[in-house]
């Protein structure tokens, strides 16, 4: 049985930053699933932020958080993603969710992804 497990959020101020930890169980073979970062805005669709494809370290970035936002796997946990935001914006508040996904990152909808955590709060102000 999955379960993916988020710790990190809370709230900062704009320009600062926020690391948020992804812990993964009962993946079969962690180098087959793509492992992402979605945030969900009041009103807002959940989009799909940064995704990392297990098998071959492959990231992936939306444009909004690019050159912002690091996704990675902890070296030393490698059941373990995380998600590095630097450079906060307001308009990054939101509620962000691991995913996890038994196929390549090209899939990038909600739907394409079968495990979710249940997510953690994220608030940046002005």
């Known amino acids: 049985q999955v379960q993916l497990v988020e710790f990190g959020g809370g709230s900062v101020q704009a320009g600062g930053s926020l690391r948020l930890s992804c812990a993964a169980s009962?993946?079969?073979?962690?180098?087959?699933?793509?492992m992402a970062w979605f945030r969900q805005a009041p009103g807002k669709e959940r989009e799909r932020v940064a995704a990392?494809?297990?098998?071959?370290?492959?990231?992936?970035y939306a444009d909004s958080v690019k050159g912002r936002f690091t996704i990675s796997q902890d070296n030393a946990n490698n059941t373990l993603y995380l998600l590095q935001m630097n450079s906060l914006k307001p308009e990054d508040t939101g509620t962000y969710y691991c995913?996890?996904?038994?196929?390549?990152?090209?899939?990038?909808?909600?739907?394409?992804?079968?495990?979710w955590g249940q997510g953690t709060q994220v608030t940046v102000s002005s």
């Open positions: 995913a996890a996904a038994r196929r390549s990152c090209w899939v990038e909808n909600v739907s394409g992804y079968e495990h």
């Open positions: 009962g993946l079969f073979n962690g180098a087959h699933y793509c």
């Open positions: 990392l494809y297990g098998g071959s370290g492959n990231t992936y």
